[in-house]
Antibody
Framework: EVQLVESGGDLVQPGGSLRLSCVAS????????MYWVRQPPGKGPVWVSR????????DYADSVRGRFTTSRDNDKNTLYLQLKSLRVDDTAIYYC???????WGRGTLVTVSS | DVVMTQSPLSLPVTLGQSASISCRSS???????????LNWFLQRPGQSPRRLIY???SRDSGVPDRFSGSGSGSDFTLTITRVEAEDLGVYYC???????????FGQGTKLEIK
């Protein structure tokens, strides 16, 4: 059974930083692209980033490029999202997901507020 | 960038009746590889989105055959026959054909009891 478990969400001040993690199980993590999607409160999902199975290619949405960094550790079956220069409008539930978003984790809440 | 437009945004239904949701894209979603990457998701209250339909009309494992997807080019429809209480929530269409800008979601359609 595919499982994705995110963690690391917290309340942080504008301009702050945070690192999110997503631990995967139930599939061969090292052979799949992985995705980050976020959902602001009361709004629809928004794609954030994707990373190739070997980490050799990473794409970002315009809204986070230069501030967020995606990485992975295939030995630990773990996906990461480093968030920097956080803004109030980065407040959202952050989900990791498999290709074509067929499986999602439960998400972790990031709140950016002073 | 491609824009996904859903209608209606709110859909009151009587249990046991049928419901249809429209999704239109600002560009054709036909990929050069011959596939059309249009997915449908359901998000129940307090849960992560769940994929129901991929590549326009293919149902994910465990999705009842009451759900069907149709369409081509830039015009798509999700139809639910004999709506049940477990079908209530917000439905999103999403395109995966055009990169950049990456996965792009519609605004969502809230299916609720009339």
């Amino acid at each position: 059974e595919v499982q994705l478990v995110e963690s690391g969400g917290d309340l942080v001040q504008p301009g702050g930083s945070l690192r999110l993690s997503c631990v995967a199980s139930g599939f061969t993590f090292s052979t799949y692209w992985m995705y980050w999607v976020r959902q602001p409160p009361g709004k629809g999902p928004v794609w954030v980033s994707r990373i190739k199975f070997d980490g050799s290619r990473i794409d970002y949405a315009d809204s986070v490029r230069g501030r967020f960094t995606t990485s992975r550790d295939n030995d630990k079956n773990t996906l990461y999202l480093q968030l920097k220069s956080l803004r109030v409008d980065d407040t959202a539930i952050y989900y990791c997901a498999t290709p074509a978003l067929d499986f999602w984790g439960r998400g972790t809440l990031v709140t950016v507020s002073s | 960038d491609v824009v996904m437009t859903q209608s209606p945004l709110s859909l009151p239904v009587t249990l046991g009746q049928s419901a249809s949701i429209s999704c239109r894209s600002s560009q054709s979603l036909l990929h050069s590889d011959g596939n059309t990457y249009l997915n449908w998701f359901l998000q129940r209250p307090g849960q992560s989105p769940r994929r129901l339909i991929y590549k326009v009309s293919s149902r994910d494992s465990g999705v009842p055959d009451r759900f069907s997807g149709s369409g081509s080019g830039s015009d798509f429809t999700l139809t639910i026959t004999r709506v049940e209480a477990e079908d209530l929530g917000v439905y999103y269409c999403m395109q995966g054909t055009h990169w950049p800008p990456g996965y792009t979601f519609g605004q969502g359609t809230k299916l609720e009891i009339k």
